[in-house]
């Protein structure tokens, strides 16, 4: 869990006419799980990779809890830093249980200590240890050697993780579950995350906030929420399709927009999960034969949804404040 | 048919003399290959690290290697006289394309999403060599070892004419002596030579290809 703060950082490549990074002031809060979003050629990749000192700025200063991260070693910065990428990278010729040890080997941990962090961290990316420690990165599928990579970059328990479109070269299926496995492990774990991707829906279901980039700036820095809500400009509001109320709607769990639970009420209504999305509630209620679902928390009843509910959600100049 | 026979004879009966030739061919050919390899492993990761070197020691090193290996002894013969020297700087000369063409297309092979994951996850440039490139490069380059081997054993064999011994000895006196056993105790003795040589890196380079 650490902090990152981009200070006037600029990157312009030898030879290049126009800035890569222009001018690009940022704040990475600590447990955040930030996401830079942008079309390829928009700065994002470069801008994570200054982070680990892959890339180094032009200008401007990088601060990591506070530390100028020039002032630090850059293989011993990149050892506290989590790195993941696309194209997962694992060696081939170390197995599973090998690939997991390599930082925890560089930084010196005794034996024992790295063999049990192994398996905890098979256990967390639910690969059985006794049926994964052994094999080579070959004989496991795309999926599987993704979650390795993951483990790989987590084995020294970094305060921050970089990845590199992680989920870019996965089947679509697979996407979904690793996805759901990158929240439940943020979860469990409250790292501060710096995830790169060009994929909307993958931004809009991860991140607590997204860095929308475009030609080496940042155009706008908010919540999914707030970005859809309120774009800064036109690049933004296409690029998120904040014009789509449906995927908006996926974005806010039930219990936001609950109306309370009347004294009365019939108890064979259909019932939909608070932490479940509007969406689904949606769904569910164009499925039922009522007008109105009831909202379950902990299996006790807490209130309703009503369509009306989540219309009036969507027009904020009415209802905006109530259901803050 | 019978000079086989015949050449077999003469590896049993002159077996002592047989062994010092074998000594000598030996040694000439482990030296030249020793001394270029340590020659083309720097060679061989300047070229890969420094673009613009990899043509011109390439195309350096091809050029040489078109030049036929007798016409190369007796040019170096003007340089270091009759003398091992003269042979082993062949054997260097003409191993090192071998060796560092396999250097290179062996580092190149490696993918680099690999190298990079390595620096990400903060190897140094010493680290990245040792546990990552050296490992995934090795059966290539070992592949190179294996053609470059057999390639000094076949160059040792006519170094014998500028009177540095080895097995070759046996060809170039069994043609001025005519005598065909002779001629045969060197063929079969250089082949078999070969054949073991090469049989016991192709042995060496399995053991240390990774197991994937």
């Given amino acids: 869990m650490s902090t990152i703060e981009f200070q006037n950082v600029r990157k312009i490549y030898p030879k290049a006419t126009t800035a890569a990074l222009a001018d690009i002031s940022l704040t990475i809060n600590r447990g955040e799980f930030v996401i830079l979003l942008g079309p390829s050629g928009c700065g994002k990749t470069t801008l994570m990779k200054m982070i680990n000192r892959l890339i180094e700025p032009s200008s401007g200063t990088i601060l990591l809890d506070g530390v100028d991260i020039q002032t630090v070693n850059a293989t011993k910065l990149r050892q506290q830093i989590g790195y993941v990428i696309q194209q997962v990278g694992l060696f081939p010729h170390m197995t599973v249980a090998e690939n997991i040890a390599v930082v925890p080997k560089l930084l010196g941990w005794p034996k024992a200590k790295i063999q049990s962090r192994i398996d905890e961290l098979l256990s967390l990316i639910q690969l059985d240890p006794a049926q994964f420690r052994q094999r080579y990165p070959a004989q496991i599928s795309g999926g599987q050697a993704q979650r390795v990579g993951l483990a790989r970059a987590l084995a020294a328990d970094p305060g921050v993780m970089l990845m590199d479109e992680p989920f870019g070269a996965i089947d679509a299926i697979t996407r979904t579950i690793l996805q759901d496995e990158m929240l439940r492990i943020q979860q469990q774990l409250h790292k501060t995350i710096v995830f790169v991707t060009h994929d909307v829906e993958e931004a809009l279901r991860l991140a607590d906030k997204i860095a929308i980039l475009h030609e080496g700036t940042i155009v706008q820095y908010d919540t999914p929420l707030n970005l859809l809500r309120n774009p800064a400009n036109q690049y933004v509001a296409e690029l998120l399709g904040a014009d789509d109320l449906v995927r908006r709607l996926s974005l806010i769990q039930v219990r936001h927009v609950l109306q309370p639970l009347p004294k009365s009420y019939d108890a064979n209504l259909t019932t939909i999960e608070s932490s479940h999305n509007l969406r689904d509630g949606l769904n569910q209620l164009l499925a039922s034969s009522s007008d109105q679902l009831l909202v379950v928390e902990h299996n006790q009843p807490i209130g309703m949804l009503s369509l009306a509910a989540i219309h009036a959600y969507l027009h904020p100049e009415v209802i905006h404040e109530r259901h803050r | ?212």
């Fill in chain 2, 1 to 212: 048919m019978n000079d086989i026979v015949d050449g077999f004879n003469y590896l049993v009966t002159e077996r002592t003399a047989i062994w010092q030739l074998l000594g000598q061919h030996v040694t000439i050919s482990l030296l030249g290959l020793l001394i270029a390899s340590m020659i083309a492993l720097p060679l061989g990761l300047l070229v890969v690290r420094v673009r613009w070197l990899a043509g011109i020691i390439m195309a350096l090193l091809s050029i040489l290697y078109t030049v036929p290996s007798l016409a190369m002894l007796i040019m170096l013969i003007a340089v270091f006289g009759l003398s091992k020297t003269t042979v082993i700087v062949t054997l260097v000369i003409y191993a090192q394309v071998i060796l560092v063409r396999n250097i290179v297309v062996g580092m190149q092979s490696i993918d680099r999403a690999v190298l990079e994951a390595a620096r990400g996850l903060g190897m140094n440039a010493w680290q990245i060599w040792w546990r990552v490139e050296l490992p995934l490069a090795l059966p290539i380059m070992l592949a190179g070892l294996r053609i470059a081997a057999i390639m000094c054993i076949a160059i040792s064999s006519i170094a014998a004419m500028i009177g540095v011994g080895g097995l070759g000895q046996l060809l170039f006196q069994g043609i001025t002596f005519d005598r065909a056993d002779m001629i045969w105790a060197g063929t079969i003795s250089i082949a078999a030579l070969a054949l073991v040589c090469y049989g016991l890196l192709a042995l060496l380079e399995q053991r240390l290809t990774p197991k994937i």
